[in-house]
Nanobody, 123 residues
Framework: QVHLVESGGGLVQAGDSLTISCAAS????????LAWFRQAPGKEREFIAAIGWSTGNTNYADSVRGRFTIAKDNAKNTVFLQMNSLKPEDTAVYYC????????????????WGQGTQVTVSS
């Protein structure tokens, strides 16, 4: 069982930067992948980025590649999403997810989810 708690969302202006965090607890994260997804009102949940906890490998959606960076702090069991050059279309609830890397990396199907943090980008 992995417990995930997101934090750091808020209201920002277009062009601003924001970093959101996800603290994980409950078990060791070795061989796990941690990912960020987002869901805007009326839209399906969208994969944003993932990082392998043991390898540090990263994967990004084309929509955010070059603007968003996923990173981790092993000592704090925390994963971050740094978001630069934010656009109004980035407005969504951002969710952290975790699962065994070999199962989730290619399938984008994750078992453990946080409660989400709202990010709102005004124009």
């Amino acid at each position: 069982q992995v417990h995930l708690v997101e934090s750091g969302g808020g209201l920002v202006q277009a062009g601003d930067s924001l970093t959101i965090s996800c603290a994980a607890s409950g078990r060791t994260l070795n061989y796990y992948a941690l990912a960020w997804f987002r869901q805007a009102p009326g839209k399906e949940r969208e994969f944003i980025a993932a990082i392998g906890w043991s390898t540090g490998n990263t994967n990004y959606a084309d929509s955010v590649r070059g603007r968003f960076t996923i990173a981790k702090d092993n000592a704090k069991n925390t994963v971050f999403l740094q978001m630069n050059s934010l656009k109004p279309e980035d407005t969504a609830v951002y969710y952290c997810a975790a699962d065994i890397a070999w199962k989730a990396w290619a399938s984008y199907e994750y078992t453990y989810w946080g409660q989400g943090t709202q990010v709102t980008v005004s124009s």
